[in-house]
């Protein structure tokens, strides 16, 4: 009897054995973002950080308390992974920020100038795009998974497809990966549009089209970033209203293509200068993030912009770059005003044209689109007759001026003053030295660049 007690116990412990051990095979780094420059923001900063994103690959339920993530091969405990139950199949979105906190922790949040309470992940580390190790061990201390990547580029996430890593130009947070990657980072190439972004006096009709074999044509009109689940764009699109469409390649074997933006502006004929914007609604209008809707000053969202002149209706240039809301109270008018920052993360780090006749400025760093401050819903141009007053007949300092209309994904949002932006940058252009050297306070000498 003895003897069948042991052997029974025997076949439960073996019998054991194959569940217990895939359960800590199939958690894995399923996908990682280590240069994050307008994919995604966190929810609770607002910030377009990168992260590491886990799956549970089994059928069942894991335990995550006592689980640590690390990206120090010498140090396997560096970050530990709170008490979460990750349910067969689900994915779980870790902030590599450096922040260290917990859903339930409270952190200052500096968009809101509050402290809030944390409802994501936030790791200890950040990630580094020039490429390092990644682990993930257990609860015994048994590495459970890893991954050494290399340099990494902006807004293109490395991750499984099958057994394979790949470079992903879809990134799909807590999501299955896309199926449209690449080892290599072998890109689709870019779709042909009928016809030329600008103005139209009638309604239109536009093809996209490509000659690589295999692609699928996928679009988008609401400043959204088409993906793999974007409509396929149709034989013929009737462009009966002012719209500003994005439209890129899915070839399978290939990351996507990049994005191309055309807006086309249907019975509108302005004399100024247009701008148009195009972005995810989300950004300026959500409830919680929206720059424009909450009238947040500390948040900045990337955006397409394109310049359309008012003589010839062509577009001047086409750039992506970083919105801010700017000002010390015109930020809460109706309109809100906004600054308009090029970055090397976005593209270029600067604009290589002269936005205004009156200085031979060859590029900038920013500008602003500014809503006529305490003159808005007056005159509206009290500040532009004013720097148009001493243009040229004394010797004083002023931020060149050019009203201009302004659409957000294809909406009319009214008439703005084009404005420089005062910064190092701008005494940097009009007097003819190297911003670096400068020391630039604002205010209460508040430093705002240099020492």
């Not at 809101?112 to 994501?120: D, E, I, P, R």
């Not at 009966?240 to 086309?264: D, E, H, Q």
């Not at 809460?332 to 976005?346: C, D, G, H, M, T």
């Not at 703005?416 to 252009?429: K, S, T």
Request: hydrophobic share 40%.
């Amino acid at each position: 009897m003895k003897f069948l007690n042991i052997k029974h116990i025997l076949f439960l412990l073996l019998a054991a054995l194959p569940v217990l051990h895939p359960l800590q095979a199939q958690i894995r780094i399923n996908e990682i973002l280590a240069i994050n420059s307008t994919v995604i923001h966190d929810p609770d900063f607002g910030e377009f950080s990168d992260f590491v994103e886990l799956h549970n690959a089994s059928a069942h339920a894991i335990q995550l308390a006592g689980y640590t993530l690390t990206d120090d091969a010498a140090d396997k405990n560096k970050w530990e992974l709170p008490a979460l139950t990750l349910l067969p199949g689900q994915y779980l979105l870790i902030w590599t920020d450096g922040r260290d906190k917990h859903p339930g922790d409270t952190a200052y949040v500096a968009y809101k100038n509050a402290v809030t309470t944390m409802t994501a992940l936030h790791a200890n580390f950040r990630l580094s795009g020039g490429g390092e190790y990644l682990a993930l061990f257990n609860q015994q201390g048994q590495k459970v998974d890893e991954v050494v990547y290399y340099t990494q580029t902006d807004d293109i996430s490395f991750g499984r497809n099958a057994a394979e890593w790949q470079y992903l130009g879809e990134v799909t947070p807590g999501a299955a990966n896309s199926a449209y990657g690449s080892a290599t980072m072998e890109r689709a190439g870019e779709p042909v549009f009928s016809l030329s972004e600008g103005f139209y006096a009638a309604p239109q009709v536009l093809q996209v089209s490509s000659s690589e074999p295999g692609a699928v044509i996928r679009f988008s009109f609401d400043g959204s970033t088409p993906n793999s689940q974007s409509p396929v764009f149709p034989a013929n699109f009737p462009l009966n209203l002012t719209l500003s469409i994005k439209a890129r390649l899915f070839v399978p074997g290939k990351m996507p293509g990049n994005v191309v933006t055309k807006t086309y502006f249907i019975h509108e004929t302005p004399d100024l200068p247009v701008l148009s914007i195009s972005t995810s609604a989300a950004h300026l209008y959500g409830f919680d993030f929206g720059i424009l809707q909450n009238a947040i000053k500390d948040r900045e969202v990337p955006a397409t912009i394109e310049y359309f002149e008012p003589q010839t209706g062509e577009r001047a240039f086409l750039s992506v770059a970083g919105l801010r809301v700017f000002g010390t109270s015109i930020y809460n008018l109706p309109q809100r005003p906004i600054s308009v920052r090029f970055r090397a993360k976005y593209g270029d780090d600067v604009l290589k044209y002269p936005l205004f006749a009156g200085k031979p400025i060859p590029a900038y760093s920013s500008f602003l689109l500014r809503n006529g401050g305490n003159d808005y819903n007056n005159a509206f141009f009290r500040d532009g007759l004013a720097v148009n007053l001493v243009k040229g007949k004394m010797n004083l300092d002023y931020q060149d001026y050019q009203p201009c209309v302004v659409f957000i994904n294809g909406e009319y949002n009214g008439v703005y003053e084009l404005r420089e932006r005062l910064d190092e940058a701008y005494i940097g252009n009009n007097h003819l030295v190297n911003p670096d050297d400068l020391d630039y306070l604002e205010d209460s000498l508040q430093v705002v660049a240099g020492a």
